[in-house]
């Protein structure tokens, strides 16, 4: 998994990398294009077979001055 994430990081598409305290594995958070890309490179990973995946979409927070432009 190192080789694999550190040429990710290289091609800009993951974005940051976390271990879970006190879990087993971590948290990767991607940069992609498009749910088809995500499907891609989740794929690739080594680990595919082995690992459980959740996939959940992130959103810029926006403060209560801007949601109230």
């Known amino acids: 998994m190192p080789e694999y994430g550190q040429g990710l ?10 271990h879970m305290v006190g879990r087993h594995g971590g948290a990767w958070i991607y940069e992609v294009d498009s749910n088809e890309e995500l499907e891609r490179l989740l794929a690739a990973s080594p680990v595919y077979n082995y690992a459980q995946y959740q996939v959940f979409p ?3 927070m926006e403060t ?3 949601i109230l432009k």
């Open 58 to 60: 992130l959103a810029d």
């Open 9 to 18: 990081n290289d091609k800009g598409k993951l974005h940051s990398s976390f």
């Open 64 to 66: 209560p001055a801007e």
